[in-house]
């Protein structure tokens, strides 16, 4: 089976930077779509970045783009997200996703493996 792991949470002040991480096992990333979503307390998930199969066509929600990067390293087989420019919206749980037909999609029901989440807290 294949196991999503993330790491890298943590408290950072707005305007900061941070990455978390997504460590794959089981299969390498590149065979997957991968994708990020996150999830504030009482709200909804939502879609942050993609990356199709082959870590091509990076996609970014309206809120992240200019800001995150998605990324992955196949040495590691581990993905990325980098986050600059932190607000306090970008506050959640974040969750990393892969998707086995390989093409970049913003619907959690495209995913089929998902990982536990990290905790992101952004202050003011």
């Known amino acids: 089976q294949v196991e999503l792991v993330e790491s890298g949470g943590g408290l950072v002040q707005a305007g900061g930077s941070l990455r978390v991480s997504c460590a794959v096992s089981g299969r390498a990333f590149r065979d997957y779509a991968m994708g990020w979503f996150r999830q504030a307390p009482g709200k909804e998930r939502e879609f942050v970045a993609a990356i199709a199969r082959g870590g091509v066509s990076p996609y970014y929600s309206d809120s992240a783009k200019s800001r995150f990067t998605i990324s992955g390293d196949n040495a590691k087989n581990t993905l990325y997200l980098q986050m600059h420019s932190l607000k306090p919206e970008d506050t959640g749980i974040y969750y990393c996703?892969?998707?086995?037909?390989?093409?970049?999609?913003?619907?959690?029901?495209?995913?089929?493996?998902w990982g536990q989440g990290t905790q992101v807290t952004v202050s003011s």
């Open positions: 996703a892969a998707n086995p037909w390989g093409r970049t999609s913003d619907r959690m029901n495209a995913y089929d493996f």
